[in-house]
């Protein structure tokens, strides 16, 4: 950005001094004692004017120079005027003539040639800048975009990752065969060319892979997969040619190629026709990767999210011959991640790995970072030296709930409806054996809710059994069976639960296999993603009449769950009740409240610090609009 700016200074005052100079030129030196020609008539007549130069063509004007009686210069244009040598000439004005000066030979080039110039100028520029002034200037096109890490620069290795103990056991053979490839080929074997990382964003993939090239001490080049592809045919292809060349030069090295998927895509796209530039550059690595000689060691490493796109030839043996899944962290992987993140903030006493790893299921790497992070902020907004466990809790919820918008005025009752809309999930939750616990209820207005229900899992689920599934749907539904119950109105607030309890009871049907009636078979249509090369045809392998039964039993499930819910909350009321006070007063309850509540107890008062504290904008107005679509975890 820096070099950018430079060149850009630098060209803005090249085109100031050429147009000073050109000014310059063209001024003229003279008119510092112009007079009106009426003056120059009236002077001449009354005697004052002794003598008279005059330039120029009289038909177009004529520039007159000259000195009166007293000494003094004088200037002035006239207008074609017939009239002017006889009033000269009876006033006894000494008068000459010369022709209009005209400009050198060089200055008449450069004029005639200075807007061509400044345009040639001006087009290499930018060709410089697009290309991003590398080697070969404007005309680059062909060159690597891939950047060099030496050993030196690169300081990450595998203490700095955590969270996938199986990923970097898959890939501490590379880093071995880097340090001492003799070993591995005395016994005739090789290791794998190409390693594919493969998992979901922000599970630490790029991370993992700088940490080889640490540990083995050997060069790392990076480049994104779609630094390949550009507007003119042939770039993409004439880029990996280059960085494989470069990289034989370094050798051994590493290649990283991150979100391989924009170049690597699975070739023939079932629409349009043409040649496709992407399909020649993963043409072109095919060939490269294929072709390295036995003893070489440049090892290519890429990354993806979508391994499923890929085509085929890019994953046989021989090419990314190795796919490395680095999934989302477990219990134990969160901790030792907030661990290595926790070392580089001030932490307080009471910071807990172990509880907050156990409450942060489903977030990556990225996320934890990202939690540690915000709790530093938060931390730093309270005037505080080190994190505790009230920043990260503060940070948590912002995170899987989003963030408090206590400004939003609500109507008392738009407030008194969604206390009861959440008080409807919290207390089916509660009373189901097979929900997650209930971590929190609040009607603050968090993201784009106006009220949020998070329920927390004791532990890591990796399947869900039939009995869970339909307890969910039945928590999805408390939300407006409450309303209709104790407010006696429907709003459109329920929206969302039941778009996810529709699709959750059309899963169970057409994917899990778990209806009764239609057993344990797939029923749906099958639909190819075309511009993956797939199919552009619709396929149906399920009759009408299959269909009609389908719908039937997600309509049972639906209608059973919605009456064990209604149910619940009737013989519950008190609770519904008791919750409903206690979220008006507080606005937000934790778990043991909740728990006090389901007891029969009054609810304790908030804990010190918890930041729970009743609203004081209570003047009426306007509802906000419902809801839109809320967390997975969230009701």
Not at 26 to 53: A, C, H, M, P, W
Not at 345 to 374: H, K, M, Q, W, Y
Request: net charge negative; charged share 25%.
């Amino acid at each position: 950005m820096n070099n950018i700016g430079k060149n850009i200074a630098i060209w803005v005052i090249i085109g100031l001094v050429l147009m000073t100079v050109f000014n310059q030129f063209n001024k003229r030196q003279d008119t510092q004692n112009q007079i009106e020609y009426s003056q120059f008539v009236s002077d001449v007549e009354s005697g004052k004017i002794q003598s008279l130069t005059i330039e120029g063509d009289p038909l177009r004007g004529q520039w007159l120079k000259g000195k009166r009686t007293d000494g003094s210069a004088f200037s002035t244009f006239a207008p074609f005027d017939y009239r002017l040598v006889d009033d000269l000439v009876k006033n006894n004005v000494r008068f000459g003539a010369k022709p209009e000066e005209q400009p050198s030979m060089l200055m008449s080039i450069f004029i005639s040639w200075f807007p061509m110039l400044l345009l040639i100028g001006v087009w290499i520029f930018f060709m410089r800048q697009m290309q991003g002034g590398g080697k070969g200037g404007a005309f680059s096109f062909g060159k690597s975009k891939a950047r060099m890490l030496d050993q030196e620069s690169n300081s990450i290795t595998f203490a700095d990752v955590a969270g996938c103990d199986e990923a970097k056991e898959e890939v501490k053979e590379i880093v071995d065969y880097l340090r001492d490839p003799s070993r591995y080929q005395s016994l005739g074997g090789r290791i794998p060319r190409g390693i594919l990382l493969a998992g979901s964003p922000g599970t630490g993939k790029t991370l993992l892979a700088k940490a080889i090239a640490g540990e083995a001490k050997v060069p790392f080049f990076s480049i994104s997969g779609s630094d390949f592809v550009e507007m003119f045919v042939g770039v993409g292809a004439a880029r990996v040619r280059d960085m494989f060349e470069q990289a034989k030069k370094n050798s051994p090295c590493i290649i990283f190629i991150d979100e391989i998927d924009a170049v690597g895509r699975q070739r023939g796209a079932g629409l349009g026709g043409g040649n496709d530039e992407r399909e020649q550059t993963l043409n072109q690595l095919l060939v490269e990767m294929d072709g390295f000689e036995t003893n070489s060691t440049v090892i290519v490493i890429a990354a993806t999210n979508r391994p499923d796109v890929l085509d085929p030839a890019l994953q046989r043996p021989g090419r990314f011959d190795r796919q490395v899944v680095v999934p989302l962290p477990d219990i134990r992987g969160r901790e030792q991640i907030l661990g290595v993140h926790m070392r580089k903030v001030p932490i307080a006493a009471d910071v807990n790995a172990e509880v907050i790893a156990r409450g942060t299921p489903g977030f990556s790497g990225a996320d934890l970072a990202n939690l540690i992070n915000e709790a530093a902020l938060f931390a730093a907004r309270r005037n505080k030296r080190l994190v505790d466990m009230e920043d990260l809790e503060s940070a948590k919820d912002k995170i899987m709930m989003g963030a408090e918008r206590r400004s939003m005025v609500m109507s008392e009752e738009e407030k008194r409806n969604t206390a009861y809309h959440e008080s409807g999930h919290a207390v089916v939750a509660k009373l189901l054996p097979k929900s997650d616990p209930v971590h929190k209820v609040t009607i603050i207005p968090r993201g784009r809710a106006l009220g949020v229900t998070m329920q927390l899992p004791e532990q890591d689920r990796f399947a869900y059994d039939r009995g869970y599934l339909l307890d969910r749907i039945a928590i999805l539904f408390g939300g407006r069976i409450a309303e209709e119950l104790f407010m006696h109105q429907m709003t459109t607030g329920a929206s969302n639960d039941f778009e996810r309890a529709t699709q959750m009871a059309r899963d169970m049907v057409t994917r899990y296999g778990m209806s009764d009636k239609l057993g344990p078979m797939v029923y749906g249509e099958n639909e190819g993603e075309v511009f993956l090369g797939r199919s552009v045809t619709t396929h149906k392998n399920v009759s009408e009449a299959t269909m009609q039964q389908v719908d039937a039993e997600i309509r049972r499930i639906i209608d059973e769950q919605y009456a064990l819910a209604r149910k619940l909350l009737d013989d519950n009321r008190d609770k519904v009740e008791a919750m409903t006070a206690a979220l008006l007063e507080w606005e937000t309850i934790d778990a043991d409240q909740i728990n006090d509540i389901m007891d029969g107890k009054p609810p304790r008062p908030p804990k010190p610090g918890s930041g729970f504290a009743p609203r004081t904008d209570d003047k009426p107005t306007t509802p906000p609009p419902a809801p839109s679509a809320t967390p997975a975890q969230e009701l």
